[in-house]
C-alpha cells in the first residue's frame, strides 16, 4: 500500500493496475483496474475470466465474506503438476482448488484482499497475530520515518505464550529509537496480542532478488547492534 501511495503521488495521470498472479496459475489471478484503485486501495480486485477463487478457513469450510482465511484457486490456466515432486503436487492441487498459501479476505464486492501468508499469521496466547498487519502499521506511522530505515515483523518463541511477535529494525543514524514509543502507537491501533514483546536493532535487512526477507540473516550476530543502534 505505501509503494503504492509513493507512486500514486509521483505520477499522478499515470494508470495503475493491481495484479495477484502466482507460477502455478499463469498470467494472473486477479486484477484492480485503475479506476478503482484509490477506492480499493489494498485489494487486488476480482478474479479474471475462467478463474475462481475462495477463502477457505482454519477448520476448512468455506470462509464468510470479509473472514480471513487461506486463498484456494480454480482455474483454466492453473498447472498440471509440479515437475517431478508428485507428494507437493497432492498437497496443492486439492478438491477444493490450488492451495496457495496466502491469506486474505473477499469484501461485499468480490474484490480480494491479500493479508500474508500462512507463515506470517501465528497464535499467541491462543490469538491470533498478523506480523504484515504490525509491519504495515509501523511502516505508516512518523515514528517509522523518523526513527527506522527498515523494519521486518516475525515470530519469536516464547514459554508462556508459545509464540510473540518481534520487530527486526535498522534504525536512522542520528535518530533516537524508542520501543515504548513505538508500543505505545501500536497499542493504538491494534489489538493487546500484536504488541511486539522484543525488538532486534540490525544493520541490514537483506532481501532477495525477488524482495523477500532472509531469515538467516537476521540470525547472524554480525548483523546485530545494540538496540540504540550503534556498535
Do not use: W
Amino acid at each position: 500500500i505505501n509503494v503504492l501511495k509513493t507512486l500514486l503521488k509521483a505520477f499522478p495521470s499515470a494508470e495503475f493496475y493491481c495484479v495477484y498472479g502466482i507460477s502455478e496459475c499463469a498470467p494472473r489471478v486477479c486484477c484492480l483496474p485503475p479506476d478503482k484503485v484509490t477506492e480499493k486501495m489494498g485489494s487486488v480486485g476480482r478474479p479474471l475470466p475462467s478463474t475462481e477463487i475462495e477463502i477457505i478457513d482454519e477448520n476448512g469450510a468455506p470462509a464468510r465474506t470479509g473472514e480471513i482465511g487461506e486463498v484456494y484457486v480454480r482455474s483454466a490456466c492453473l498447472m498440471k503438476e509440479y515437475f517431478r515432486a508428485p507428494e507437493v503436487t497432492a498437497e496443492s492441487m486439492t478438491e477444493k482448488g490450488f492451495k496457495t498459501g496466502d491469506l486474505g479476505y473477499v469484501d461485499e464486492d468480490g474484490d480480494l484482499f491479500l493479508t500474508g501468508r500462512n507463515d506470517a499469521v501465528f497464535k499467541s496466547g491462543g490469538e491470533k497475530v498478523s506480523c504484515r498487519l504490525i509491519e504495515e502499521t509501523l511502516r505508516d506511522s512518523e515514528l517509522f520515518h523518523d526513527c527506522m530505515e527498515d523494519v521486518v515483523v516475525l515470530a519469536m518463541e516464547d514459554h508462556f505464550l508459545g509464540k510473540v511477535p518481534c520487530i527486526y529494525y535498522v534504525s536512522r543514524p542520528g535518530s533516537d529509537f524508542d520501543q515504548r514509543a513505538i508500543r505505545r502507537y501500536l497499542s493504538s491501533k491494534l489489538p493487546r496480542s500484536h504488541i511486539p514483546s522484543e525488538f532486534v536493532a540490525l544493520r541490514e535487512i537483506q532481501r532477495s532478488a525477488s524482495g523477500k526477507v532472509v531469515k538467516d540473516a537476521l540470525r547472524d550476530p554480525a548483523n546485530r547492534m545494540s538496540p540504540a543502534g550503534n556498535d
